[in-house]
Structure formats: C-alpha cells, structure tokens
C-alpha cells in the first residue's frame, strides 16, 4: 500500500497542470487554500478549494490526464494519497463513497447545463420539457419503442403538464403504428432485455442501479438533435447509480445492445451492497469517474469561438480517449472521419469546406474513410496548444448558465480518510 504523505506549496506554486497525464495522486487540503483554474473551472466557474477539501480524485480513479491546473492561492499544505490507498480509505468508509457519487452526480449535471447554453437549440430548462422533447427526438427518428418508453414516463410523471395533451397525441400515433413497449423478462433475481431494449432514458426516475451480468449495454447523453455516446458497458460494469443516490432523475440513457441481462440493486439496498462488497465502490467510483471525464474533455472542444480550434482540440481528446500518450511520436490511427470532425467540432455549413481544406493540408493528418492518421501526436498536441492560447472560450454568462463546478463542497477531514495527520512524513 502506497504511503500517505505531506506536501506543502508556496503561494502560486502550480501543484499539477491540466492535461499531464501523471494523475495517479489525490489531494486532501490540510492548510491553506488552493485554486482550480482552466476550463471549465475559470471565470465565474472557477473555485476556491480549503482545509477539507479534495482535488484530483475524477482523473486518479480512471486514470485520465487532469481535468484542471491547481495552483496554491495561498501557502498550503495537502496530505498526499495515491490511488490504492485513497481507493481503500473510501471503501472502508461507505458514507464518504455515497458523498462523492454523489458530488459526481452533481458535476455531471452541472455539464449538462452547459451543454443545453452551448446548443444551437437552447435545451428547456425543466426536466418535464426536457423528457418531453426526448420522445418527440426518438418519435421523429423512427424509434417507436424509445418514443414510446419516453413518452409513456412522460405521461405518468406529467397528466397535466403543459405538454400533456401534445404527448397522448404522439402516444396514440405510436400505438397506432403497433409500437409496442417490451417489459424486461424475469429470470431469477435478473433481468433480461432485448437488443436495442431501453433500459431506462434521461429525465426519468432512478429507484435502481444496475449491474451487467452478460450482453452490453451503450450509454448515451442526448441533447436533441444530437445524441453523444459515452460508453459502452460490459459484464461486470455498473450503471444507474447517480440517480439512487442523488435521488435526481436520470442524467443518460441507457440501450441494450443484444440480448443482456441485468442485476438490478435498489436504493433501499445500496447500503447493504456496500457494506457486503467494499470492492463494489472502487468499481461504481472508477465507472462514474471516466464517465465525468469523457463528458468533460467532449464539453470542453465545443466551448471554443474558432471552429479550427474545435477541430483540433477534438482531435487531441480523441487521443486522450484512446489512451494514446500526447508525447507520442509515434503514428496512430483513430476511427474519426473529416465529417464526423466537423460536425462535433460544430462547424458552420459556410465553413466546412475552407476549414475541411485546412485540415487535409495538415501534413500531420492523413485522412482516409471514416479515419485519419495523426503522424505525430505530440505534434497534434502543439497545435491544439496554439490554437487554444490564440481564442476565447463561449461567453459564459451567469445569467444563460448558472452552474458553478461543486469541486469545495464534499469536505473531506483527514480521519474521514483514515489519514493520521500526526504521522504523516514531511515530503
């Protein structure tokens, strides 16, 4: 087990960067207070972290370069933990674990805030529109079962809500075609679903969490028109557990991709579940925790004015993704045509073809269908750099997006984490 130690930092001393990719250390403020700078958390969403408080835990549970720079606002001390050791402190703590999922669930949906202000289309605010306009986006893509799901939650959660009469309409359409909602079938203590079954869908209740026994299951964040797929879960991935804890609607939606069967947990026994299987928080942390991520690096490109800037800072967390070192020189090919580019980085139809040009000209890009080549990723890196120090990012104004990223708000003490400050060695 990694040893606990003591660091302490000058004011304005950088204590990581954003983007390095060494993450493996969390931080718990013992003295002094530090500050979170670079996106999102700058301007009104920058944060003051103080004694209690910890930082870098979202990039060292999934092992993700950091999210953010965190300089010293005053001269501090942090007691230092590496991952394992963190990993076992939380497990023997399950309200702490319960603390932090829930912070998760709160950053994510302060993401989600900032995608609707980003939209071409302002998202409404409310999450009875928002469900609403969910079923009409799958009703209009052909989807009938995911239309109906949607709208069927709909109309129970909302008899009389100013969509109600529009969504029975869109029901009765729907059922007229022969749509049909299929029920998960029972085996046991699991379920099974179909291929392409909705397991549940954003803005809808959450009473459970759900475990993988066989099949997958895609998990997507939709903001119609677009739709974002985050991850794809395996045998023994768990998901759904934001909003059992939260007790806050579903923040993603959830699709069966063949024949999967699921273990359902409900909240009542989420408790229970950590108490019998520490190893289970460890788990639930690390899913949520690259979940957070990918939704974060995908959020940032999109906040720059430039489109090249998007194009590239794109790129550049394609790589991330793929777990490919920026330092690299070595070639590497990833699964991202020019027009998928152009239409995540949000390039104007008038410009897609100057800025496609730029892009093929690029002598570190080779493009071929449905993938490109960076020659020389620390290359990419340089000019997503460039790029980046050259913009701005979107106009974030409190009164369009009033979200704050909640990083000072778990307050974590030293005994929480079964951290003896009294001996912890000076480093």
């Known amino acids: 087990m990694s040893e606990v130690i003591k660091k302490s930092y000058k004011t304005g001393a950088r204590i990581y960067l954003e983007s390095e990719e060494e993450s493996e250390d969390v931080f718990v403020i013992e003295k002094g207070e530090v500050e979170l700078a670079g996106f999102p958390a700058q301007r009104q969403f920058r944060s003051v972290l103080g004694p209690g408080d910890i930082f870098g835990f979202t990039s060292c549970l999934c092992r993700r370069p950091r999210m953010e720079t965190v300089i010293a606002r005053t001269d501090c001390t942090c ?16 309200e702490l674990a319960t603390r932090i999922i829930s912070y998760f669930a709160d950053e994510l949906r302060a993401y989600d805030d900032m995608v609707a202000v980003r939209s071409e289309k302002a998202a409404p605010a409310d999450e009875e ?25 709909h109309a129970s959660l909302y008899p009389s809500s100013p969509h109600a ?8 359409a729907l059922r007229a075609k022969g749509a ?45 028109p677009e739709e974002m797929l985050l991850s794809i879960l395996r045998e023994g991935d768990i998901f759904g557990e934001l909003s059992i804890v939260s007790s806050k609607p579903r923040n993603a939606t959830a699709i069966a991709i063949g024949k999967t069967d699921l273990l359902p947990v409900a909240r009542e026994s989420l408790a229970a579940l950590f108490e019998k299987s520490p ?81 093929t000209d690029d002598a570190n890009l080779s493009f071929q269908f449905r993938q490109v080549t960076v020659e020389n990723p620390s290359q990419l890196e340089s000019k997503a750099r460039y790029f980046r120090t ?3 990012l979107g106009s974030h104004d409190p009164k369009e997006a009033p979200v704050k990223r909640r990083a000072a708000t778990i307050g974590l003490d030293s005994h929480e984490l079964r951290v003896p400050t009294n001996t912890i060695p000076d480093k």
């Open 279 to 359: 190893l289970t928080i460890a788990r639930i942390l690390t899913a949520i925790s690259q979940r957070l991520w990918f939704t974060f690096i995908r959020l940032q490109s999109s906040f720059y004015e430039n489109p090249l800037t998007r194009a590239y800072v794109l790129l550049e967390n394609k790589l991330l993704e793929e777990r490919i070192s920026l330092s690299s020189t070595k070639p590497v090919t990833i699964a991202l045509g020019i027009g998928e580019i152009l239409a995540m980085a949000r390039v104007p139809s008038d410009q897609q073809q100057k800025l496609a040009v730029v892009l």
């Open 129 to 153: 529109s928002r469900l609403f306009e969910l079923g009409m986006h799958f009703a209009k893509a052909g989807r009938d079962a995911h239309a109906l799901h949607a709208l069927s939650v």
């Open 180 to 224: 049909r909602l299929p029920a998960a079938v029972h085996e046991g203590l699991a379920r099974q679903y179909d291929d392409g079954q909705m397991v549940f869908c954003e803005h809808e209740p959450g009473r459970e969490l759900f475990i993988v026994k066989s099949g997958k299951v895609e998990i997507l964040k939709i903001t119609p």
């Open 390 to 392: 050259r913009d701005h």
């Open 79 to 94: 007691a230092v933990l590496g991952r394992d050791r963190f990993l076992e402190s939380v497990q023997s703590n399950p």
């Open 165 to 172: 009469q529009a969504a029975q309409k869109a029901l009765a």
